[in-house]
């Protein structure tokens, strides 16, 4: 009996009325939420990678970083996936236990982080979207309920997709978010949501100079800023520099987009003036670990040495190791740039990639991307960068974006063409009855003698 009463409950809370709209509207907010998150997680796979070993780090698990890359491809997969299925209703029962399984996890996960206040945030949303760490818990509370309801009453409202193209629109959704994050690995992520874009300036003769900026670093979850060479020890981690009131060209220093300068240090960690030219061409080389970069690959770099060298573009080395890894790397890889040191932090946010190289004209970001990804042989026989870099990430976003639309496009159309088909002979079947039924009744009217 109270079996029965529960599923009385349950129907009369799904509604024969309201309960096909209730599941529509969740399906568009939770599957929006998934792809969302599962998006801006793919795009930029290596912000996925940083963000787990912080994990792996806060759990003990430090010695797993091998798996870290396959971790950020196929969390940010399935994140996708799970929204689009939702999102045009295929496998309308494995979804939504999917994405609580999810959930289950993340719920707890939050909520520990938010407590605990051992990260400063999650990363669900990568770098598009911070939240706090009570406000992601708080968030995930509402959509795990909504989750909870698609479970129960998801497999009542119809898909678009009929169930034998499930698995195209499948494969679809995988390749496509698996080819951006390549993308995203190899090269650079295609959308930059980090605070140096491309058009950022870094340096400039009218942007201020370091004693205009207030230095914020964090300690044990504390931030606090301090003025230029007056950090009391190297226990702090630094977050960003930010302009203090009055210094330097207030909307140039003020409006990050226009200028946002980085932080040098030399061997000694005193900040470096100078280093980051605001005339001329120059490319900067980031390491963010030395210890990473393979030794075959010294030759890449040696050869974009020369290229650079030939062309009069200036080149400088960033790393974030100190003084005997520096000098470890130069004996190594013979190096004929100069070295410099910067917070690991910010010479994540200027470019991915171990190394990346950022083009700069002027002390203007004109492009970043991995070194492997310039092509040496090309670039050998190239007047210049342009000749050999091939589409810009905007562009290469916005074609495969375009082909993965339409080819779900075609294969719903494919797919249902044979609905509408169907749909157009009965309604042709139906009129012709009708006129034969309406001919008939004519035809009965008439008297014998009338003929």
């Known amino acids: 009996m109270g079996n029965a009463m529960t599923q009385s409950s349950c129907s009369k809370l799904y509604g024969r009325r309201w309960g096909p709209a209730v599941v529509a509207v969740l399906r568009l907010v939770v599957g929006g939420v998934f792809l969302f998150s599962g998006f801006t997680k793919g795009i930029d796979p290596w912000g996925s990678i940083y963000k787990f070993g912080e994990y792996a780090s806060m759990f003990g698990l430090a010695g ?6 396959f971790m950020a491809f196929s969390v940010s997969a399935i ?10 209703g295929i496998y309308r029962r494995f979804t939504p236990y999917a994405m609580l399984l999810m959930m289950a ?14 990260m400063s945030d999650c990363g669900c949303f990568g770098d598009a979207v ?3 760490n009570w406000g992601t818990f708080w968030k995930n509370v509402p959509l795990t309920l909504a989750v909870v309801y698609l479970v129960a009453y998801n497999n009542r409202v119809k898909n678009i997709y009929g169930f034998a193209v499930q698995w195209i629109v499948a494969l679809l959704t995988f390749v496509y978010l698996l080819v951006i994050a390549w993308e995203g690995y190899f090269t650079q992520p295609l959308l930059d949501f980090r605070p140096f874009p491309v058009g950022t300036a870094i340096a400039g003769d009218d942007g201020g100079t370091d004693e205009d900026f207030l230095f914020l670093y964090e300690k044990d979850g504390v931030q606090q800023g301090f003025v230029l060479d007056s950090l ?29 300068p980085i932080t040098v240090f030399d061997e000694d960690y005193k900040v470096a003036d100078g280093v980051v030219k605001g005339k001329g061409e120059q490319l900067l080389l980031l390491f963010p670990s030395l210890s990473d970069v393979v030794i075959p690959f010294t030759y890449h770099i040696n050869e974009t040495y020369d290229f650079c060298m030939a062309h009069g573009i200036d080149v400088v080395g960033l790393t974030s190791n100190g003084r005997s890894e520096i000098a470890e790397w130069n004996d190594l890889s013979m190096a004929a740039y100069p070295m410099y040191i910067m917070d690991d932090s910010e ?49 290469y976003l916005y074609f495969v974006t375009t082909l993965y639309l339409a080819a779900m496009l075609l294969v719903l159309i494919i797919n249902r063409t044979h609905i509408v088909v169907k749909f157009s002979l009965n309604r042709v079947r139906k009129s012709r009855k009708k006129q034969v039924n309406l001919q008939s009744d004519m035809d009965g009217t008439y008297e014998p003698g009338e003929k």
Do not use: C
Request: a negative charge; zero cysteines; charged letters at 25%.
């Open 64 to 69: 797993y970083d091998g798996l870290l890359p």
């Open 79 to 88: 994140e996708f996936a799970l929204g689009v299925f939702l999102l045009v």
């Open 105 to 118: 996890v993340m719920l707890p996960l939050t909520l520990y982080i938010a407590v605990t206040g051992e």
């Open 130 to 132: 911070t939240l706090t």
């Open 232 to 260: 009391p020890d190297d226990t702090w981690t630094f977050v960003d520099r930010v302009p203090v009131d009055g210094g330097g060209d207030d909307e140039k220093v003020a409006d990050a987009s226009v200028y946002r």
């Open 347 to 395: 010479l994540k946010m200027v470019a991915r990639g171990n190394p990346a190289a950022v083009l700069l004209s002027d002390g203007k970001i004109v492009w970043k991307r991995t070194l492997q990804s310039i092509p040496i042989d090309r670039l050998s026989r190239a007047d210049d960068f342009a000749e050999v870099l091939g589409w810009s990430p905007h562009h």
